[in-house]
Structures are given as structure tokens and as C-alpha cells.
């Protein structure tokens, strides 16, 4: 099955950038990369996904190098209310629908 | 649109029981799939549906049986209640499930299940 490897927790400071990095190095050619935000007692919700290069929304960036091993959540100027568990997500590389979440990264936001 | 639907909220069962948990999406999604999330820890694909009349294994499984009669409702059924399976049960539904892209899922709001 696919797997996902971040970092257990993460702290940080009001108005700083973080950077979570998820490594997926079975990741399938055509599969995109997929990171979702989890806030307690609450299901996860969908933050951006891509495939390759840069994507930008309103809420964030994701960077993903051309080897696609790796791929980078870029959150600018974190505000208390982005403390939350932080989940990066490929699909399985034998190319059934098993989307297989890890452990995900616990993002504490500092006053 | 109502989204992503789940009752009960919050279930009891006693060692043994079975029950059924209840997902229903209006979004006319093809992708639908059941997660357990336990204290502290990460999420867990149970079964997941490609479409009506299709469902699939995922990581755990043992313990669960899934049906797909319709396109609305992926219905997750305990057939003997353990302790072990005390865990919050996310239902997730997302529009693509066949192609390159897969559109993002959307979550319910989970139901809370302990088992005593």
C-alpha cells in the first residue's frame, strides 16, 4: 500500500511560514498529491492538491519537486486557528482507490 | 446540498452487538469510502466504493461488511461488537473515482462509537 511519511508535530509562531514536508516515494505516475487539514473532533477537509511543479490557492502552497518523491505544504503567515493535524495523501500505486492516510503532522501555533 | 451525512452521532454497544452506521452524501458523488480514526491517531481506510454495486477492502476490514444499493448511501455494518473497535468512524465521498484525477473527498462529521 502507499505510504506517507511527516513529521510527527510541529511548532510555530503567529505569523511565521511553516513548511511540512510529506515524503511518498512509491507514489504512481499518474497520482496526485493531496493534503488535508484536521481540526479536533472533526473530520479532515480538503487544503490544495496537485501534480507537479507549484500550486497556489488562498489558503496555501504546494510544492512538488520533478521526482515527485517528495512534496512540501507551504502555509504563510499561520494564525492560532492553524493548529490542526495536517495530512498529505497519494493514492495506491497498484491503481485501485485506496486512499491511505498517515500519521500526519500535529501543527502547534504559538501566540 | 447537505453533504456528507452520518447517524448516529454518538452510539453505545455492548460486547457482541452488531449495528449499522449510516452514511448518506447528495452531492452524487461515485467515490464513496469509511475510515476509523482512534484516539490520538491517524485516519484508517475500512472499505471504500467505487460506485453503486462495487465496494473494496482497504487496511482494516476485519469486523465490517459495507453494501453500495444506491449511489446516496454506503451503509457500514459491525456484525459482533468488540472493544477493540471503540474509534470515531469517518464516511468520506469524493465526485471521481475513475480517471487520473481524483477529486478531494468530503468528510462527515463522524460518529463516535465506544464498545463495552
Known amino acids: 500500500l502507499a505510504k506517507t511519511t511527516q513529521p510527527i508535530s510541529m511548532d510555530s509562531y503567529e505569523g511565521q511560514e511553516v513548511n511540512i514536508t510529506c515524503s511518498h516515494n512509491n507514489i504512481a505516475t499518474n497520482d496526485y498529491i493531496t493534503w488535508y487539514q484536521q481540526f479536533p473532533s472533526q473530520g479532515p477537509r480538503f487544503i490544495i492538491q496537485g501534480y507537479k511543479t507549484k500550486v497556489t490557492n488562498e489558503v496555501a502552497s504546494l510544492f512538488i519537486p520533478a521526482d515527485r518523491k517528495s512534496s512540501t505544504l507551504s502555509l504563510p503567515r499561520v494564525s492560532l486557528s492553524d493548529t490542526a493535524v495536517y495530512y498529505c495523501l497519494v493514492g495506491d500505486p497498484s491503481g485501485t482507490y485506496k486512499y491511505i492516510f498517515g500519521t500526519g503532522t500535529r501543527l502547534k501555533v504559538l501566540a | 446540498n447537505a453533504g456528507v451525512t452520518q447517524t448516529p452521532k454518538f452510539q453505545v454497544l455492548k460486547t457482541g452487538q452488531s449495528m449499522t452506521l449510516q452514511c448518506a452524501q447528495d452531492?452524487?458523488?461515485?467515490?464513496m469510502s469509511w475510515y476509523r480514526q482512534d484516539p490520538g491517531m491517524g485516519l484508517r481506510l475500512i472499505h471504500y466504493?467505487?460506485?453503486?454495486?462495487?465496494?473494496d477492502q482497504g487496511e482494516v476490514p476485519n469486523g465490517y461488511n459495507v453494501s453500495r444499493s444506491t449511489t446516496e448511501d454506503f451503509p457500514l455494518r459491525l456484525l459482533s461488537a468488540a472493544p477493540s473497535q471503540t474509534s470515531v468512524y469517518f464516511c468520506?465521498?469524493?465526485?471521481?473515482?475513475?480517471?487520473?484525477?481524483?477529486?478531494?473527498?468530503?468528510f462527515g462529521p463522524g460518529t463516535r462509537l465506544t464498545v463495552t
Open positions: 466504493s467505487v460506485g453503486a454495486g462495487i465496494t
Open positions: 452531492m452524487n458523488h461515485e467515490y
Open positions: 468520506a465521498s469524493s465526485y471521481s473515482s475513475l480517471g487520473e484525477y481524483k477529486d478531494e473527498q468530503y
